[in-house]
């Protein structure tokens, strides 16, 4: 099985235009971006993360691109242009640069672009399948997926030194998937189907140990960390369930609770960067649909709007950076 784009086996599997996990989700950034005016999304008048960005993945007249809209309502900005499918974005820690993934050179491979949309380019070149990256919040250091060994394993480079390095290997036919950086930069947190189905883990970035999270009862994927590092949201679903919940996760306590679960597949979840609410990405409606949801009571909005689905945002702030 080739490299899934996500956490696939707790994950559906989608086609093309839904992003499929058979396929490696692929990206890669534009040389033109041009901006699209679809529809926009309405603008809470009481909220904190109007000043926040988002970006995210979308397919639109069967071509999977780069978009962003700001969270507080705008008109929605095509990023990337390309027949080959851009995907899996990521705020550099600084706010002024997208990381994603990108299949332009026949592979997935790792890809950065500014938003102006003038510098487009590969991070790492090599022959490697690399995907599914973060950069660490000093913005020293990318953690990623790579099958430099053969196998899909866990990867950290540092700009400085040039040098990656394999940190969590899980065996030959492992799925790995969606690392993402603590606050501190000390641990990384993941997917992996090693041994027990697929669950998450969290590392310690210096020396590879790592831990299972999620309970053996459920799978679990996509797993992204609390700004202030003490918490874990990520995707929770029965194996062989047709729903699927976002689950938030007390690293101290170890106890968790169910953030979205409504009667649907929901994915994709990020934090705002205080913290206050999430994005996330739910098919209620039939097609996956940006959502942002406020965590001190619940309530949701809508934030994508128009045909093509929509997945895996990330936000940034307007002023700082994510």
């Known amino acids: 099985m080739r490299p899934g784009v996500r956490s696939v086996v707790c994950c559906l599997r989608r086609s093309r235009q839904q992003i499929t996990d058979l396929t490696p989700i692929l990206f890669l950034l534009l040389t033109a971006c041009r ?20 970006v995210y993945e979308r397919v639109v007249g069967g071509n999977q691109d780069l978009y962003l809209i700001p969270a507080g309502g705008g008109l929605e900005q095509r990023l990337t242009d390309d027949p080959a499918l851009d995907g899996l974005p990521r705020w550099t820690a600084d706010g002024k640069r997208v990381l994603f993934t990108s299949e332009r050179t026949g592979k997935p491979q790792i890809w950065e672009l500014t938003l102006d949309g003038r510098r487009q380019r590969r991070v ?17 250091r990318l953690a990623f997926l790579s099958n430099a060994k053969g196998a899909e394993h866990l990867w950290v480079w540092s700009y400085a030194s040039g040098e990656p390095r394999a940190i969590v290997e899980h065996g030959k036919s492992s ?20 041994r027990v189905g697929h669950h998450i883990y969290i590392a310690d970035a210096a020396t590879g140990e790592a831990r299972r999270l999620s309970p053996l009862t459920s799978g679990g994927c996509e797993p992204r960390f609390s700004p202030d590092g003490k918490k874990v ?13 976002l689950v938030e996760h007390d690293l101290a306590t170890a106890d968790e609770k169910a953030l979205v679960d409504w009667p649907a597949l929901n994915y994709d979840p990020a934090y705002s960067p205080d913290g206050s609410e999430i994005a996330f990405a739910s098919n209620i409606t039939g097609e996956y649909v940006l ?22 945002p990330d936000y940034r702030t307007a002023t700082r950076g994510r």
């Not at 949201?233 to 919940?245: A, I, K, P, Q, W």
């Not at 959502?291 to 689905?309: E, K």
């Open 35 to 54: 901006p699209e005016t679809r529809a926009a999304a309405p603008a809470p008048t009481d909220e904190k993360a109007a000043g926040y960005d988002l």
């Open 124 to 140: 790492r070149e090599n022959a490697f399948t690399e995907y599914q990256v973060d950069e660490s919040d000093d913005s020293q």
């Open 233 to 245: 949201v990520y995707v929770s679903r029965r194996h062989l369930g047709d729903t699927s919940r």
């Open 175 to 194: 799925i790995l998937g969606n690392p993402d950086w603590s606050p501190d930069g000390k641990q990384i947190v993941f997917s992996s189907n090693w």
């Open 291 to 312: 959502y942002r949801q406020r965590l001190s009571d619940g309530q949701a909005w809508r934030v994508t709007f128009g045909p093509g689905a929509a997945r895996y």
